[in-house]
């Protein structure tokens, strides 16, 4: 048998649905990717491929301690591939980014608009929400209106799909603020591509405080602040500048969580709507409104 193949003989292949069937019934990952991820990481197991290709009892090789770090090895690269934001096509991203950033902005704004999308969606957050888009902003204007001016915190590449000309939308001015160097790349490549002056990118972190923002905006107050599941990140990781995050300068703050665990198969909506609530506690703001749509839920403060 040839070494190169040893994970589609009988017993490789059996070993290989193993481990699959059980990273499918706990993480969010079909088949096929977790197979690849799998086999990729059982290339270099060169103990455990002597086994299989000596043909070494089934039974034998489930009880080694070998078959047993491998299993975890292979569940542990697809739990923490899972967790990153960015999803691993850097060759893609820095395609699209570069078309982007070489279309005349007096072209046709389908095509901008479509290379935006495609590049959002390489972004783990924004692919959860891009099935139920439409229906995100409709409950979200029903409950804040019509706002003129925007932040959105920790934007992330949001803005690359906000409805900027959908029917009815009135924002004259929508900052973008990210520590995230890359992403804000995208928003003011989206932004030079509008050409219509409405977007604004900036290099921004919490941490800081406001006085960018402050600045940015003549220390206007924003009819709305956006905080798109920011606040559980917050929680979990810098919990510290939660009261930061609560002096946001807005009459109104949209905070939202996921209901679903972004690697796992279970409902995390009870604890991270604790979290949003002990934050509204922070504000001494009141909610006004609530939505829920697909996999993610949101609160209204004002």
Same mark, same amino acid.
């Given at each position: 048998?040839?070494?190169?193949?040893?994970?589609?003989?009988?017993?490789? &292949?059996? =070993? /290989?649905?193993?481990?699959?069937?059980?990273?499918?019934?706990?993480?969010?990952?079909? @088949?096929? +990717?977790? #197979?690849?991820?799998?086999?990729?990481?059982?290339?270099?197991?060169?103990?455990?491929?002597?086994?299989?290709?000596?043909?070494?009892?089934?039974?034998?090789?489930?009880?080694?301690?070998?078959?047993?770090?491998?299993?975890?090895?292979?569940?542990?690269?697809?739990?923490?591939?899972?967790?990153?934001?960015?999803?691993?096509?850097?060759?893609?991203? &820095?395609? =699209? /980014?570069?078309?982007?950033?070489?279309?005349?902005?007096?072209?046709?704004?389908?095509? @901008?608009? +479509?290379? #935006?999308?495609?590049?959002?969606?390489l972004h783990v957050s924004m692919a959860e929400r891009t099935a139920g888009l439409s229906l995100f902003y409709e409950q979200l204007f029903s409950l804040v209106g019509q706002p003129r001016t925007v932040?959105?915190?920790?934007?992330g590449v949001h803005p690359l799909v906000f409805p900027f000309d959908g029917q009815g939308c009135a924002v004259e001015s929508y900052l973008a603020g990210d520590k995230d160097a890359q992403a804000i790349t995208a928003v003011k490549a989206y932004a030079a591509a509008r050409s219509d002056g409405r977007l604004q990118g900036l290099i921004w972190d919490l941490t800081n405080g406001w006085a960018a923002i402050n600045q940015a905006n003549s220390s206007q107050r924003f009819d709305v602040v956006f905080m798109f599941k920011l606040i559980p990140h917050l929680a979990r990781q810098q919990p510290h500048l939660l009261p930061v995050a609560a002096q946001a300068p807005g009459r109104l703050l949209v905070i939202t969580a996921s209901r679903q665990s972004l690697t796992k198969k279970q409902s995390i909506e009870r604890r991270e709507r604790a979290v949003l609530h002990r934050f509204v506690t922070l504000t001494g703001r009141r909610v006004i409104g609530e939505f829920s749509v697909g996999e993610e839920f949101g609160l209204v403060l004002e």
């Open positions: 048998m040839s070494d190169i193949h040893w994970l589609d003989s009988e017993i490789g &292949a059996w =070993l /290989l649905a193993a481990v699959v069937d059980r990273i499918v019934k706990d993480y969010r990952i079909d @088949r096929a +990717e977790a #197979a690849s991820v799998v086999k990729e990481v059982w290339a270099g197991r060169s103990k455990l491929r002597l086994m299989v290709t000596q043909r070494k009892p089934l039974a034998e090789i489930l009880r080694t301690r070998e078959f047993e770090e491998a299993a975890t090895l292979a569940r542990r690269t697809v739990y923490y591939g899972l967790r990153r934001y960015r999803q691993t096509q850097p060759d893609r991203e &820095a395609r =699209l /980014l570069n078309e982007l950033k070489g279309l005349n902005p007096a072209g046709p704004a389908g095509k @901008r608009d +479509e290379l #935006a999308a495609e590049l959002a969606g932040l959105d915190v920790g934007c």
